[in-house]
């Protein structure tokens, strides 16, 4: 099969999170089994290199350039107005801005042959629409990442990419009087999947839905929840590059190591005592403020590791607790060499999220051994099980509400599990023997490719 995936950043060649390292990943295994893949993306750089070719939107010229990535090719579409800018998100033209990228990759599919169209969230939302209008026959799966974030703007976007008004009603793209990027995305596909199945429930409800549950409710009949995976070769302890020391489930003595060379690393005191780590966004999703509101009522000792960076309010919060307790470490920036090592490094990692389509940090974690204590909601629900002492079941330890008190209890019961050396062991291997690898995901992934191309054959 050749399938174009469309999607606002792809790693080595963009990342502002986990949806880049998805792609890469998904784009490796599909191409692995077979399958001719392109990843139709922005091109953020202000390269001044010759085009393969151009297309024009609305009077601006967007330059396409190829470049092979592994066994895939990016097709990379460049505009100095609209992508060659400091940061990838976060302007108040940024619906503009990916809907002429939803425009230009909308081109370039329909001038070449594609077997299925891929399209990430809400950036590429009217893809599928443009494809649709313009009678193409290609089918389109729409994977959300992020109900959060729905690309609603004033409906004159719809005029500048060529989508006629015909569209802009309540049954098509108009949503409480804007144009929906993501409503595009739902009701044009011929699939909608998100990231893990309990999100696909959740964002069913008015809690997960942000306005659009019932749009969901609606199209569920083509909703479907497929889990991510991880890059294993990426994320590996037995040949991490960044670590100390290399270790398995059998052989733990690297990552002790490991933590170690962490507490060096961190100016920690060398003390037998569990290590806590926290990596990833500042924001309310993540639920960084849950967690500090958490910590003056976690029973026993611990030491805290955080990396991440955000929003300002936290991030002074977060400085000043590690200012005034010399347990507490925190790094303000995005550093995945170090992110490394701290998920060696640590014993335990905590994931209080509000919501988390899916998650990777937990995964990660579990794959270096260090516990995950996570909120029972979206992907987190569907990876980690709660420790059972009487059976050694379980691969981590899991609270229900968006309560600090809950946390400290869950983060308790890990700090007091990690005094029983035995018990200890046992978690840290059922967290290792999990297989988080990208194969299955794949799969699951091509049946849904060939299901809606008419092609229930065998797979590739």
Known sequence: MKIAFVTPEVRPISKSGGLADYVQSLAGAISEMGNEVHVVTPDYSSSQEEADETINVNGLTLTFRRQQVGRWTAEKIGSAELFSRKDMYGYEDDYRRFAYFSKAAADHIMGNAYDIVHCNDWQTGYVPLLLKQSNSHTPVLYTIHNMEFQGNSAPEILDEIGISRSFFHMEGVEYYGKASAMKSGIVYSDSVVTVSPTYSREIQTPDHGFGMDGVIRKYSSKLSGILN?????????????????????????????????????????????????????????????????????????????????????????????????????????????????????????????????????????????????????????????????????????????????????????????????????????????????????????????????GRDSELS
């Open 229 to 453: 995976g991880i890059d294993c070769r990426v994320w590996n302890p037995s040949s991490d590059a960044e670590l100390r020391a290399w270790y398995g489930a059998e052989s733990l003595e690297g990552k002790a190591q490991c933590k170690s060379a962490l507490q060096r690393e961190f100016s920690l005191p060398q003390v037998g005592r569990p290590l806590v780590a926290f990596i990833g966004r500042l924001w309310r999703q993540k639920g960084a403020d849950i967690l500090l509101d958490a910590l003056k009522s976690v029973r026993g000792n611990f030491q805290l590791v955080v990396l991440g960076s955000g929003d300002r309010a936290l991030v002074r919060r977060i400085e000043d607790m590690a200012a005034s307790n010399p347990s507490i470490r925190a790094i303000m920036r995005f550093d995945e060499p170090l992110s490394h090592r701290i998920y060696a490094g640590a014993d335990i990692f905590v994931m209080p999220s509000r919501f988390e389509p899916c998650g990777l940090g937990q995964m990660i974690s579990m794959r270096y051994g260090t516990v995950p204590v996570v909120r029972k909601t979206g992907g987190l629900a569907d990876t980690v099980t709660g420790f059972d002492a009487g059976t050694g079941e379980g691969n981590g330890f899991v609270f229900a509400e968006n309560d600090p008190l809950e946390l400290a209890d869950a983060l308790s019961e890990a700090v007091m599990t990690y005094g029983d050396k035995e018990k200890w062991k046992t978690l840290v291997q059922n967290c290792m023997n999990r297989d988080f690898s990208w194969q299955s995901s794949a799969q699951a992934y091509l049946r849904l490719y060939r299901t809606i191309g």
